[in-house]
């Protein structure tokens, strides 16, 4: 078995978050199976492509409900960017889309002066730069995070969903990836 | 705001990095895995590829490219040349690359920036805008149009751009710093983020640029010597602009 299943919902760049798995020494596979996202020891929920779509496609693979069994059965969950908002229990994006409602909270639009947020920006209270590429944002009463007046993590049981892409975060985010895989 | 941006530009033919002179007398500098991976150690907060030959003879081979860049690299980057479909799209983003680049595509076909922009969202859309004069050009910036460049911004933002990569055509490969007064018009009409191109010739004109925009793109000021690049990031902060801290490899 891999050690850890990437989340497959149609339109995610799946390659990079593989490939930093690879720098770590972890095997992956990128599987919307039920039975393989239940068992794995990591799941990451990636984050790239619209609301409405990932959400459409993890309704009719199972995907969503296999999801929300691994975390009631308190299996890690790493979500990231769009894979933190899917988490919560409903998005404006698209005109509006239920989310998987792991985590309580919203996903809304930003109202930042240039949208979407772009680049390295300080993720507090870590005192660590990520990287950043969303136009919507969580409203979380589980953020424990912030990046410049934003959520940038949420953290609930077994589900921890972050904004920035660990992935494309460089050092800093090999770092974070290594954290939450070795807790697991 | 996020931090400034210190984007490395690659020109890519055949499958390997070039340098030339409005696409004459090019010469290999070297394989894009080795230098991509070089430039993000020496702390590169992004990178641009451009497929210089833009055919679609060539597209397999940029595919490979972007493959094996994103294998190594763990910063983002964003591809361009030849790409005039969402299926273009699709293959260089599912291949690892964060976003795509659109230049005279998307003036041939505008509803390919809202299409490429539904499917990945608006943050892996790129339009690059040569520009002179007031106006938009094509080939390579050798041919005018008869498109106003500040209306054309607003535009390719209103349909779905996420970021506008803005090359002052006078500038490119100048060193004499960059069109702030023509960065600063174009972002001032719109609200999603610019990249200044065109002119860098300094770590005073890089911080320059990001005194007034969102990020800058470094072709020749860092390909003459890729070494240099903590050391420009260094004077950059000199200046005043902060970038973002590095980290050691633990």
Same mark, same amino acid.
């Given at each position: 078995?891999?050690?850890?299943?990437?989340?497959?919902?149609?339109?995610?760049?799946?390659?990079?978050?593989?490939?930093?798995?690879?720098?770590?020494?972890?095997?992956?596979?990128?599987?919307?199976?039920?039975?393989?996202?239940?068992?794995?020891?990591? +799941?990451?929920?990636?984050?790239?492509?619209?609301?409405?779509?990932?959400?459409?496609?993890?309704?009719?693979?199972?995907?969503?409900?296999?999801?929300?069994?691994?975390?009631?059965?308190?299996?890690?969950?790493?979500?990231?960017?769009?894979?933190?908002?899917?988490?919560?229990?409903?998005?404006?994006?698209?005109?509006?889309?239920?989310?998987?409602?792991?985590?309580?909270?919203?996903?809304?639009?930003?109202?930042?002066?240039?949208?979407?947020?772009?680049?390295?920006?300080?993720?507090?209270?870590?005192?660590?730069? %990520?990287?950043?590429?969303?136009?919507?944002?969580?409203?979380?009463?589980?953020? +424990?995070?912030?990046?410049?007046?934003?959520?940038?993590?949420?953290?609930?049981?077994?589900?921890?969903? +972050?904004? %920035?892409?660990?992935?494309?975060?460089?050092?800093?985010?090999?770092? %974070?990836?290594?954290?939450?895989?070795?807790?697991? | 705001?996020?931090?400034?941006?210190?984007?490395?530009?690659?020109?890519?033919?055949?499958?390997? &990095?070039?340098?030339?002179?409005?696409? &004459?007398?090019?010469?290999?500098?070297?394989?894009?895995?080795?230098?991509?991976?070089?430039?993000?150690?020496?702390?590169?907060?992004?990178?641009?590829?451009?497929?210089?030959?833009?055919?679609?003879?060539?597209?397999? *081979?940029?595919?490979?490219?972007?493959?094996?860049?994103?294998?190594?690299?763990?910063?983002?980057?964003?591809?361009?040349?030849? /790409?005039?479909?969402?299926?273009?799209?699709?293959?260089?983003?599912?291949?690892?690359?964060?976003? &795509?680049?659109?230049?005279?595509?998307?003036?041939? *076909?505008?509803?390919?920036? *809202?299409?490429?922009?539904?499917?990945?969202?608006?943050?892996?859309?790129?339009? #690059?805008?040569?520009?002179?004069?007031?106006?938009?050009?094509?080939?390579?910036?050798?041919?005018?149009?008869?498109?106003?460049?500040?209306?054309?911004?607003?535009?390719?933002?209103?349909?779905?751009?996420?970021?506008?990569?803005? *090359?002052?055509?006078?500038?490119?490969?100048?060193?004499?710093?960059?069109?702030?007064?023509?960065?600063?018009?174009?972002?001032?009409?719109?609200?999603?983020? &610019? /990249?200044?191109?065109?002119? #860098?010739?300094?770590?005073?004109?890089? #911080?320059?640029?990001?005194?007034?925009?969102?990020?800058?793109?470094?072709?020749?000021?860092?390909?003459?010597?890729?070494?240099?690049?903590?050391?420009?990031?260094?004077?950059?902060?000199?200046?005043?602009?902060?970038?973002?801290?590095?980290?050691?490899?633990?």
């Amino acid at each position: 078995m891999s050690d850890v299943v990437v989340v497959d919902y149609g339109a995610g760049n799946t390659h990079s978050v593989r490939a930093s798995l690879t720098q770590l020494g972890r095997t992956s596979v990128v599987s919307a199976d039920p039975s393989a996202i239940t068992a794995a020891p990591f +799941v990451i929920l990636p984050g790239v492509g619209s609301a409405r779509s990932a959400m459409e496609h993890l309704t009719e693979t199972g995907a969503a409900d296999a999801l929300t069994e691994r975390f009631n059965a308190d299996g890690p969950i790493l979500g990231i960017c769009l894979g933190l908002q899917l988490a919560l229990e409903a998005s404006q994006e698209d005109g509006g889309v239920k989310g998987l409602g792991l985590v309580e909270g919203l996903v809304v639009r930003l109202e930042t002066a240039r949208i979407p947020r772009l680049g390295w920006a300080m993720v507090e209270p870590w005192n660590e730069a %990520f990287y950043f590429a969303h136009s919507f944002v969580a409203e979380s009463p589980h953020s +424990v995070a912030t990046s410049e007046g934003v959520c940038a993590a949420v953290r609930k049981g077994s589900f921890f969903g +972050v904004q %920035f892409h660990p992935e494309k975060s460089d050092v800093a985010g090999l770092n %974070f990836l290594e954290r939450c895989l070795s807790l697991a | 705001m996020p931090l400034p941006r210190l984007i490395p530009c690659l020109d890519v033919a055949h499958g390997r &990095v070039v340098k030339g002179v409005s696409f &004459v007398n090019l010469r290999d500098v070297g394989d894009p895995v080795e230098l991509a991976r070089h430039y993000s150690d020496g702390g590169a907060d992004e990178l641009v590829f451009l497929d210089i030959t833009a055919t679609p003879d060539e597209s397999a *081979t940029m595919v490979d490219v972007v493959r094996r860049v994103a294998d190594v690299l763990a910063i983002p980057f964003t591809v361009g040349g030849g /790409i005039r479909s969402v299926d273009d799209a699709s293959r260089i983003i599912e291949a690892g690359a964060d976003r &795509v680049s659109l230049n005279s595509a998307a003036l041939a *076909t505008p509803s390919l920036i *809202t299409d490429i922009a539904a499917r990945f969202g608006s943050q892996a859309v790129v339009v #690059a805008i040569d520009a002179g004069d007031g106006v938009v050009h094509t080939h390579g910036g050798r041919r005018a149009t008869d498109i106003a460049t500040v209306p054309w911004a607003a535009e390719a933002a209103a349909r779905g751009a996420g970021e506008i990569l803005l *090359t002052s055509i006078a500038r490119d490969g100048q060193r004499s710093g960059f069109d702030l007064a023509l960065t600063q018009a174009v972002r001032d009409a719109i609200d999603i983020p &610019v /990249i200044a191109s065109g002119g #860098a010739g300094s770590a005073r004109h890089v #911080a320059e640029a990001l005194a007034v925009t969102d990020a800058a793109l470094i072709a020749s000021i860092v390909h003459e010597n890729p070494a240099g690049l903590p050391g420009l990031r260094r004077d950059i902060e000199a200046c005043g602009i902060a970038l973002r801290p590095l980290k050691e490899p633990s």
